[in-house]
């Protein structure tokens, strides 16, 4: 439930007492759906306590404009760089074939009812591409939405990567595999700077993930260097970032049209007509758009 691309540029001058009070929250409340609106709640209350009024709060968001990166670099972001032995040993419980079923049942339920018309074509995007070792990459594993609907479509010339700034999410990834049976794992790694070789991967892949992320432009550009020419990048997003944060930005008394400038400034997801003029510019020609109400499944291909 941690936004931390969100969090990092608010609190990116001190990034301790955001970090302590996310860290209560998750004590507090955990990772149950029922739970959400509380944590949530508690959060915009922290917001509102810590930046007094809109000066403030635009402020902040101005200086991490000039001056942000990313805190894993600082070494103060404890799920890159911090795992303690308890944490460690959780992420290894998370690979049973119990938490498969768990995140595969969470998945399954998605894919019957708010996502039912997106990941099936999704998932088509990415297995459909015959050839020996097809290579799938997400970025960004999350709860496992996107991944189960890859593994469930895998065959078995095919081998899945996830990538999450969280241990914990990673692991998800390896739980659907082992629970599918599936050639599929995850690691822990910034998308900033992704630990692998050039031109390695049939499928960069993403679902919702860039709705979450910072350095939109950079994140693009190490997405397209890890696709082999010719390869396919699939994205699912929000057609508007608006949709997900307007409330906090409605309490600083900051309208969309404001609001998007600001994030577009700071390098975050904005909507479709940002990302893929960033897309294009990374070196990927569109191949196919679908919208849907909210949000979008768009496909490009790497120029060769």
């Known amino acids: 439930m941690v936004n931390n691309e969100w969090d990092d540029i608010l609190y990116w001058e001190n990034y301790k007492p955001c970090y302590e009070m996310l860290q209560e929250l998750e004590r507090k409340y955990g990772d149950d759906p029922a739970n959400w609106e509380s944590w949530h ?39 890159m760089n911090e795992l303690t032995r308890e944490e460690l040993l959780d ?50 594993v999350g709860a ?20 999450d700034i969280d241990f914990t999410c990673a692991k998800n990834a390896d739980a659907i595999g082992r629970y599918y049976g599936k050639n599929a794992i995850g690691i822990c790694a910034s998308l900033w700077n992704l630990p692998f070789s050039d031109n390695l991967f049939d499928v960069v892949c993403s679902h919702f993930g860039f709705d979450e992320c910072r350095e939109i432009p950079t994140i693009l550009k190490e997405a397209v260097r890890v696709l082999k020419p010719g390869g396919k990048f699939v994205s699912v997003s929000r057609h508007n970032i608006w949709l997900r944060r307007h409330e906090i930005f409605e ?54």
Not at 45 to 58: A, G, H, R, S, V
Request: hydrophobic share 35%.
């Open 251 to 304: 309490s600083y008394d900051i309208g969309e049209k404001e609001a998007l400038e600001l994030m577009r400034k700071a390098r975050l997801y904005t909507d479709f007509e940002q990302f893929d003029a960033l897309a294009g510019e990374a070196g990927l020609v569109k191949v196919d758009y679908i919208p849907f109400v909210n949000w979008y499944l768009v496909e490009y291909r790497k120029e060769k």
């Open 91 to 140: 992420s290894f419980r998370n690979v049973t074939k119990g938490n498969g079923i768990f995140h595969v049942e969470i998945s399954e339920k998605a894919r019957q009812g708010w996502a039912a018309q997106h990941l099936s074509p999704y998932a088509e995007k990415i297995c459909s591409q015959a050839g020996k070792e097809h290579k799938i990459m997400e970025m960004t």
């Open 41 to 79: 709640r508690e959060h915009y209350d922290f917001y509102k306590q810590t930046i007094p009024n809109k000066e403030e709060f635009i402020r902040r968001f101005e200086h991490y404009e000039l001056h942000g990166k990313p805190h894993w670099i600082e070494g103060h972001h404890r799920t």
């Open 144 to 163: 496992g939405v996107g991944t189960n609907a890859i593994v469930r479509s895998m065959t078995e010339d095919m081998f899945y990567m996830g990538v």
